[in-house]
């Protein structure tokens, strides 16, 4: 096969692992550290990515555009902590998954209201392309790449660096021990929560450009981040990447290959790693309930 | 004998409260209505009784579509048969994977679920297009025979038969509730030690349950398929995957009532605010959020004490006789 179709083909799955990493490390954060499954994570990715369409076709400016969309999805998560998930910390994880499913589904309707139901085309910010290894590739799709790998390095700085991340890395292991110490854990609570709805609005926006943004967006990429997540080991974040890279390459790969199996290889390949490693390849038995 | 009577009245006053309906809902929303519920009683049985929560439901959904399908598209034309069938598919489905997928814990479970769901969208959509046909479906409405009493290739018939098999899994899951093995199910959610102390073997008793659900939701599917005379790939979406879910939360988990409750309220929803406003998914979601922070016990979970206090308010005389 041709060699510019494979370089082609892997940097599409990288540039397609980036944003799955993006959406799934909030997700994984908030279940390591609150024990929530936070599927209102989807709801701002589709949010960042409406928010970056509108203000980069009002303005003509795109990565403004993209900058609105991550922050807007930061407000509402914000509204969203503070009205909802505030209240049921303290359930368990399925009452989370549910009630966080209806403010997905509410915040989808509010979109289509505000949008319309019509898949719209965003404007890619760079045109532009480069050669790698002698294959012509978009100068977008390897900036998202940077992003997602800088993201990465900056929750690892933030968790391992900071007086913050320690303390959260510490709630992750006994919530009651650091609320003992004198840390006010509900703060770390919603400074995680919204950190994650930034990062998934990030990812809807940068991903904005990529797709034609679409109400139904959020709920076609639930199956693929929770694959990510479970794959990776729930609250890993070194596993999130992995496997946000791993998945991002089976289904690039894969439809190179043979087309009609690339959405169905990666859930597959789940339900074998789960049935041999319930936990993921990553997750350590401590995160297990 | 009063027991008895008492039993039955529970199981037929508000099924003969729907049939009435038939007199002045439209007959679309009514059948819908009933085979809707038929599906989220499977939900509600999983959720309320054996504590699993599955986003995959329309996996079997789809599994009991098709097979009736494929018996109605390429061998048979008795719409019977044709159910027969796809119930067929959906006990060996839900009985292969079971074996697995019953296992995991709760969270797991109802990813492991939404993944099958997405499988089967896809062995649907394309691996299996040469027979699927893909994204057009299969048409057979055609080709099926009509089947004496009630005449189930026309809405007008089939709105009985689909009434009466709502009846029967109703009654169905209402036994269950008296018998040894749903004691076992609620067991098996509560406390699953517990449940091997005694000395049942708790794996027996959690598969049984999976397959026993996922066959009834495998019988909406083919009650689907057999109304619209069609099915396709979509009924396997995992954009879907959530709805019975979230109808059992609105009726009201694990109450009797709740499936058929759920299931009016959110057809209903869906039709009458999709009418007026055309996003019916922001009040379904926002009315979900709101009955889980108000203590998820769900439309009839909050009617029913209310529906006790005033019966007894009006006739205490019974209770006390006895």
Known sequence: MDGNLWVSGVVYGLSMGSIFFLLAAGLSLCFGLMRIISLDQLLYYSLGAYVAYQVSVSTGLVWPGILCGALAAGLVSLAVERWVFYRIYAREITFTMITSFGVLM????????????????????????????GAPVPVYRLLVIGVAVAVYGLIQWVLNRTIVGTAIRAAVEDVDQVEGLGVDVY??????????????????????????????????????????VIIGGLGSLKGT????????????????????????????????????????????????? | MNGR????????????????????LPLPFLV?????????????????????????????????????????????????????????TGLAVSALVGLVFVRLRSDYFALVNLALAVIVYHLLQKVLAPWTRGDNGLWFLDRMTATPWVDLTRPEGFVWFAWGVAVAVWA????????????????????????????????????????????????AGS????????????????????????????????????????????????????????????????????????????????????????????RPAPALQE
């Open chain 1, 106 to 133: 509410a915040g989808v309707g509010a979109i289509k209201y505000l949008w319309g139901l019509v898949p719209r085309p965003m404007g890619i910010p760079i045109e532009a392309q480069v050669a790698v290894l």
């Open chain 1, 187 to 228: 703060r770390l609570f919603t400074g995680t929560f919204v950190g994650a709805g930034v990062l998934s609005g990030l990812a809807g926006a940068l991903h904005g450009p990529l797709v034609m943004v679409d109400p139904q967006m959020g709920l076609e990429v639930v199956p693929f981040v929770f694959m990510v």
């Open chain 1, 241 to 289: 990447l992995v496997s946000a890279f791993l998945v991002g390459q089976v289904v690039s790969l894969g439809s190179l290959v043979y087309a009609p199996l690339a959405q169905m290889a990666p859930f597959a390949a789940m339900l074998l790693i789960l049935l041999w490693k319930p936990t993921g390849l990553y997750g350590s038995a401590l995160v297990r309930r």
């Open chain 2, 5 to 24: 009577v008492r039993w039955w009245a529970g199981v037929l006053v508000p099924f003969g409260l729907l049939a009435a309906g038939r007199w002045f």
């Open chain 2, 32 to 88: 819908e209505v009933l085979v809707f519920s038929v599906y989220t009683m499977a939900c509600n049985f999983l959720l309320g009784r054996v504590g699993f929560i599955s986003f995959g439901q329309p996996a079997y959904l789809a599994a009991g579509a098709y097979g009736t399908a494929f018996y109605l598209f390429y061998a048979g034309r008795d719409p019977l048969l044709g159910i027969a069938a796809g119930v067929a």
């Open chain 2, 172 to 219: 169905l899951y209402k036994y269950l509730d008296d018998t040894v093995f749903g004691a076992c199910c609620l067991a098996t959610k509560t406390n699953e030690d517990k449940v091997k102390f005694l000395g049942y073997h708790d794996f027996a008793v959690r598969w049984a349950a999976f397959v026993l659900a996922n066959t009834t939701a495998a019988l």
């Open chain 2, 223 to 314: 009650l689907y398929g057999v109304y619209f005379g069609f099915v396709s790939p979509d009924m396997a979406s995992a954009a879907r995957a959530a709805d019975p879910v979230v109808v059992t939360i609105l009726g009201g988990t694990g109450t009797l009532y709740g499936p058929l409750v759920g299931s009016l309220a959110y057809v209903g929803m869906k039709d009458l605010v999709s009418g007026v406003v055309g996003n019916w998914e922001f009040f379904v979601g926002v009315l979900l959020v709101v009955i889980m922070l108000a203590g998820e016990r769900g439309i009839w979970g909050t009617l029913e004490p209310w529906l006790r206090r005033r019966w007894a308010w009006r």
